[in-house]
């Protein structure tokens, strides 16, 4: 079965930390996993997306990692704001499809 | 500015009275779909479309309908809601590129509460 699992599922953080989210799949065939934010109420918005041949990808201060062996990624987030306070969704896409396997999200809350 | 948009953010309504969420995008997008996303539950997709007048069913497409006769609009349309299509609704475009699609990029939410 298609499945991408998260954790963790909340994280609270001060301001001006770091932190690192992951996520494990089990989907095939692969084509690549993107990171998203959401806003509470809002739409889910792209941080990164990473084919199988990539392992590392930043966006600011957003950095993705793929092992496509072991069928993991994380999401670190540099020197954390408090507009960093979102959801975090991990999601797989089917190759040759626009098929979504989403996760159930990382909410990350950060406090001053 | 490139955008999905959606319509209207929030709508109550009642058992049973048709509606119909409006959902339009200015990129040129042959690929768009609606989600529902649920406490505890990832998006789930309801329908989706590859292009115009081509609409296929979703993971839950149960109560709900789509038509896709321009390439910029994807109506979702409720004929008959019940209390169980209380959610949050999410329309979403994406453009088949040379490596597969794109990233897909969503409205900014429907939130339906059904009475």
């Known amino acids: 079965k298609n499945q991408v699992e998260q954790s963790p599922q909340s994280l609270i953080i001060l301001e001006g930390k770091n932190c690192t989210l992951q996520?494990?799949?089990?989907?095939?065939?692969?084509?690549?996993l993107r990171w998203y934010k959401q806003d509470t109420g809002r739409g889910p918005v792209s941080l990164t997306i990473?084919?199988?041949?990539?392992n590392t990808k930043s966006n600011g201060r957003y950095t993705a990692t793929l092992d496509a062996d072991t069928k993991q990624s994380s999401l670190h987030i540099t020197a954390s704001q408090l507009s960093d306070s979102a959801s975090y969704i991990c999601?797989?896409?089917?190759?040759?499809?626009?098929?979504?396997?989403f996760g159930t999200g990382t909410r990350l809350q950060v406090f001053p | 500015e490139a955008q999905v948009t959606q319509n209207p953010r929030y709508l109550i309504t009642v058992t049973g009275k048709k509606l119909t969420v409006t959902c339009s995008q200015n990129?040129?997008?042959?690929?768009m779909s609606w989600y529902r996303q649920d406490p505890g539950l990832g998006l789930r997709q309801i329908y989706y479309s590859m292009n115009v007048e081509v609409t296929d069913k979703g993971d839950v497409p149960e109560g709900y309908k789509v038509s896709r006769k321009e390439k910029r609009n994807f109506p979702l349309i409720l004929e008959s809601p019940s209390p169980n299509q209380t959610s949050l609704y999410f329309c979403a475009s994406s453009l088949l590129g040379q490596g597969g699609f794109t990233e897909a990029f969503f409205g900014q939410g429907t939130r339906l509460t059904v009475v």
């Open positions: 990129m040129n997008h042959e690929y």
């Open positions: 999601v797989v896409s089917l190759y040759n499809t626009d098929k979504l396997i």
């Open positions: 990473m084919t199988f041949s990539e």
């Open positions: 996520c494990n799949y089990t989907v095939s065939p692969f084509s690549n």
